[in-house]
């Protein structure tokens, strides 16, 4: 167990809804990553969050955006689903301090858009 | 798009034989990161190693990095059929501030008690 809490587990929407998927960092870290990983591929990095901000984001358009709370809580956020956004979607949290950080994963929230 | 490239993509083997798999990347990194994930569940941190280092171990984990090759690989030796899990190389390029990982594909690893 790593710490890092998502909610909710699994989600279903339909295509042109809004979703929003949180995570809980492990206690102790300041910034939170998240990845989006489709099936039978490896996760892709949508943005990561450090001090409540943006600290560097992939090639996801804008309609993938994201908070991170004075606690460090995060959120991910999803307008207009699109059935290729049907992924398995993943924080992880890590304390930026040097360059050889660890990024702890929580266990994901799988979205399926119909 | 996938910096990393797993080799093979799937190896199935017996309990107690050792694994091999094979990374390769294409830009310069800070350090190599190696996950499990478990039927699609969260990623599992094994093991990091950083770009000055050439090998590393862990319990019955052992990594190496050839940063001339662009190519790391992970051995997991006297296997059990608990290892059975699909296992990633994360490169980490830190281009700018912050650690962003990418991801290879991944090697689906299958251990037959």
């Known amino acids: 167990e790593t710490g890092v809490t998502q909610s909710p587990t699994h989600l279903i929407k339909t295509r042109g809804q809004q979703v929003t998927l949180r995570c809980s960092s492990q206690s102790g870290h300041n910034t939170v990553s998240w990845y989006q990983q489709a099936l039978g591929q490896g996760p892709q990095f949508i943005f990561q969050?450090?001090?409540?901000?943006?600290?560097g984001r992939g090639n996801f358009p804008p309609r993938f955006s994201g908070l991170q709370f004075p606690n460090y809580s995060s959120e991910l956020n999803v307008n207009a689903l699109e059935l290729d956004d049907s992924a398995l979607y993943l924080c992880?949290?890590?304390?930026?301090?040097?360059?050889?950080?660890?990024?702890?994963f929580g266990p994901g929230t799988r979205l399926l858009v119909l | 798009s996938q910096q990393g490239e797993e080799d093979p993509q799937a190896l199935s083997i017996q309990e107690g034989e050792n694994a091999t798999m094979n990374c390769s990347y294409k830009t310069s990194i800070n350090n190599l990161q190696w996950y499990r994930q478990n039927s699609g569940r969260g990623l599992v941190h094994l093991i990091l190693?950083?770009?000055?280092?050439r090998e590393k171990h862990s319990g019955r984990l052992r990594v190496t990095l050839d940063t001339s090759k662009k190519s790391s690989s992970l051995l997991i030796t006297a296997s059990r059929a608990a290892d059975t899990a699909s296992y990633f190389c994360a490169t980490d390029a830190r281009e700018t501030s912050g650690s962003r990982l990418t991801f290879g594909e991944g090697t689906q690893l299958t251990v037959n008690p």
């Open positions: 190693i950083r770009s000055n280092e």
């Open positions: 969050y450090y001090r409540e901000e943006e600290n």
């Open positions: 992880a949290s890590s304390f930026l301090m040097t360059e050889q950080e660890t990024q702890y």
